[in-house]
């Protein structure tokens, strides 16, 4: 299965939590069967299996530890995450942000356990650094436009420029993408796909707003 084009992250989201999180995900499988554009999710952990057994599409966890499974309370591990029936991770999120060791401990765990592996990073370089570890492939948020609803490739087109740029292989932009011209721009200026959250989380219709993100992509395929 390819990397999706685009990966929906629920975050902790009370809108995205739980039937609603089953439903975002089932939305977003119907979109990817009526488009052909892939739609990965990331669910909370607590959900991550209720919804991999829910859909066909690809199962991201938000974060895994670097751990093996063991005495480790609180932790999820890359095993856990994949006999959960993730297909991938994102780790590192600005929301949760790890040290250099840790992420590369993670990485090869998740490596180890089958898992793909997007490790976000807050700028270019950063993400030039990190894809030195080797992931599947890097997503480029600045922290100051999520949430905002302002797009990373509107506000700040140059930090998609620059990441195509010194980052190689697979990225990922991010950061109030939200509608279907953000992920145009997006593509336009050298991504291949993007990372976003409460567009579509906190949708009151998940599914008209993914059929926006889906066809925007449709138009580079
Ligand atoms: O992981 C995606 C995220 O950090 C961007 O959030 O709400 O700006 O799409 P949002």
């Known amino acids: 299965m390819e990397l999706p084009r685009i990966i929906v992250n629920f975050k902790a989201y009370r809108e995205a939590t739980g039937e609603r999180a089953i439903e975002i995900a089932k939305a977003a499988e119907d ?18 299996r209720r919804v991999a057994e829910a859909v066909e599409i690809p199962v991201f966890a938000q974060h895994v530890d670097p751990y093996e499974p063991g005495a480790r309370t609180g932790s999820v ?13 994102l780790l590192n999120h600005s929301e949760r942000r790890l040290r250099i060791d840790q992420i590369e401990m993670a990485l090869s765990l998740a490596r180890r356990y089958g898992l793909k592996v997007v490790v976000c990073a807050n700028d270019p370089i950063v993400g030039r650094a990190v894809s030195e570890l080797g992931p599947d492939a890097v997503a480029v948020e600045p ?4 949430g905002t609803g302002i797009s990373v490739s509107k506000a700040k087109p140059e930090v998609v420029l620059r ?59």
């Open 163 to 221: 990441s195509v740029e010194v980052i190689e292989g697979i990225v990922y932009v991010g950061a109030g993408v939200s509608t279907g011209e953000d992920v145009r721009r997006s593509l336009e200026l050298g991504a291949y796909g993007v990372l976003l959250a409460s567009a579509v989380a906190k949708s009151e219709d998940p599914k008209s707003k993914l059929l926006e993100l889906a066809e925007a992509v449709l138009t580079f395929e």
């Open 31 to 48: 979109v990817w069967k009526e488009t052909g554009v892939s739609i990965g999710v990331a669910p909370q952990a607590v959900d991550l």
């Open 77 to 89: 591990t890359p095993y856990a995450a994949r006999d959960a029936g993730a297909y991938g991770t």
């Open 143 to 146: 922290p100051e436009l999520i």
